[in-house]
């Protein structure tokens, strides 16, 4: 549960946009600085048993119709969700109050096996607002912020004209800092001319990475002629996937990377903005015929209604070091969402060889879509998508497998880097000689 939790707010905390092969249409973006909601008169919620009912039964029929995973959490954990209706109901009918039906609902929705789908806290509600609401409004992002603007949702989140303010002040604040964390992007060299090393404990979004680019811009040019390079997200649980994209990997990349990826997703009324504003296909079982995936991947795939292709290319920038030597991707079971994103490009493109364990999955697709409850105000996101990537790996079922595997050891991390097994898979890979 302590893992979940951390991907959960990791995956809040740092995204503008949720971590994921997304692709963003950017034209003129709407101006927070201009909302000016009307005022709400208090009110006190009041719910009752029936309230809460009503709510996890709206909840239980939305992902039944349109939530992607449900097979292959039966297959990874042999839980049938949908089976447990009565369980659930009854467990949420306990509710006494709002807190206590926010938690339950998330323990039951944690059945799921899925930390991109949960309640919305309250404390992040103006964050989730203002995010999505300065997307342009070509955008079919920008339409999740109309939830927060529903008078409900408004007092559940308390979004109103002065706690948006006190927002844009503070990120403003953070905006004229040159204070970013410490600490997250680490670089050292491990064997001198022969093996570097960069870690990143977390996919930062740009407000952030302030001291990132300063500590790396500094490292890559007295690496750039080295002979390998190893690349550490172990325990990196996701953030904003422009941090690889637009960040990190063009200063290092001597070429472009390109991959093709593909989205599944079903039909309806809650689906339909998104499927039109993509250009999303009607003709699946037509695409699955041209395509060499397995059967069994097939067979999932089949049980949607619509599809898109698209290509996720990477290129170096002006400022890249072209670094030549071998890339090494260090991974495990913690990484995941956009670090996922990451693992899987690597893997599918041979950018970098992975070495580790098996990743935590969900890195291929776009931003979980989010809906309203009728009665409490609380907002639920969740994924409406399957990603499968160019190789025909659902990834959400089959995470990222590494190339060279070495067993997690968690304080391995934290010992000096040539005690460390997994480095020292690297160092014999590479045919280093110490």
Known sequence: ??????????????????????????????????????????????????????????????????????????????????????????????????????????????????????????????????????????????????????????????????????????????????????????????????????????????LYIKNDKKVLKKFLKEIKDYNNLILDIRDNTGGSTEYWQKFLLPKIIDRDYETTFYLFIKSGKLNKNIRERENFKTDVNAFLDRTNFNNEVKGILQEFDCYLESKMIVKPDINSIKFKGNIYLLVDDSVYSSSESLASFCKETGLAKLVGTKTGGDGIGIDPIQINLPNSGYVLRFPNNLGVTSSGSINELDKTSPDIIVEKNITDIYSNFLDQKIIQAVIEDAKINR
């Open 1 to 206: 549960m302590k893992r979940k939790t951390r991907i959960f707010l990791s995956s809040f905390i740092l995204l503008i946009l949720i971590g994921s092969f997304s692709y963003y249409k950017f034209k003129t973006k709407s101006d927070i600085n201009s909302i000016n909601l009307k005022e709400l008169e208090p009110k006190d919620f009041n719910l009752s048993k029936e309230d809460y009912i009503e709510d996890f039964d709206f909840v239980y029929k939305t992902l039944k119709e349109y939530y992607p995973f449900f097979e292959l959490n039966s297959e990874l954990n042999n839980i049938n969700w949908l089976d447990n209706k009565e369980k659930y109901e009854s467990y949420i009918s306990n509710s006494t109050n709002d807190i206590l039906f926010y938690q339950r609902m998330n323990e039951v929705l944690n059945e799921l096996n899925n930390p991109h789908t949960q309640l919305i806290p309250e404390s992040y509600g103006v964050h989730m607002y203002l995010s999505y609401y300065n997307l342009p409004s070509s955008n079919w992002r920008h339409d999740i912020s109309t939830l927060y603007e529903k008078d409900d949702v408004r007092r559940r989140y308390n979004i109103n004209n002065e706690t948006i303010e006190e927002y844009i002040i503070e990120r403003k604040n953070n905006d004229d800092s040159t204070m970013s964390p410490q600490g997250n992007l680490i670089a050292h060299k491990i064997i001198e001319d022969e093996l570097a090393y960069i870690r990143v404990n977390s996919m930062l979004n740009d």
